[in-house]
């Protein structure tokens, strides 16, 4: 990830994504909420060295690759859409008003990004089957929208990626797994 190859940064997050999972089929309740697998893999990332290193960002100041909520404009124009995690260029980013550029309402704008990482958790007493699946299922939606949408300016073709951990019902025979512009990893618990 050091690089922003996508075969490399595939296999990385790979590695990273299998030890989050069996983390959570081992000890599920080390993840209390999504907030905590975010925490979790987020920590793994930066154990990796993806982002010891500061770099030069567009704009002069310092930045590093692996960011969290992060808030895309939809061709609306508006705040539509939110991510769990997201490894972008810094050196496309830009975090203060300089010149010709003017910071987006956000306070930071940029084009090249390399993978966009979904996270959701339903808990025991969570949402009902149908529901969650619903809900997975527009935040599928969701990362081919953010990556149709940002296909024009964005240098790299993203890693898409949604992690669904589930507490409640062992219900994998219901998710589609063969989506070819996403991975999706449906995990649950060993010992529930």
Wanted: positive net charge; hydrophobic residues 35%; contains cysteine.
């Amino acid at each position: 990830m050091d690089s922003l190859n996508n075969n490399n940064l595939s296999q990385k997050l790979a590695g990273i994504i299998e030890s989050i999972i069996e983390s959570f089929r081992t000890y599920p309740d080390i993840f209390l909420t999504e907030e905590d697998v975010r925490c979790h893999l987020f920590s793994k990332l930066l154990n990796l060295n993806i982002n010891k290193i500061l770099f030069n960002t567009k704009d002069g100041s310092r930045s590093i690759k692996v960011h969290t909520e992060i808030r895309w404009y939809g061709s609306s124009g508006k705040l539509k859409y939110r991510s769990d995690i997201v490894i972008l260029e810094p050196t496309d980013l830009i975090t203060r008003n300089g010149g010709n550029l003017k910071l987006p309402s956000k306070g930071f704008g940029f084009n090249t990004f390399s993978a966009i990482i979904e996270i959701k958790l339903r808990r025991v007493n969570g949402k009902s089957d149908n529901a969650f699946i619903e809900e997975t299922t527009k935040a599928i939606d969701k990362l081919k929208q953010i990556r149709d949408e940002t296909k024009a300016s964005n240098k790299h073709d993203p890693v898409l990626v949604i992690l669904v951990f589930d507490k409640k019902n062992d219900i994998s025979r219901l998710f589609n797994f063969d989506d070819e512009e996403v991975l999706i990893k449906y995990i649950f618990p060993r010992n529930i």
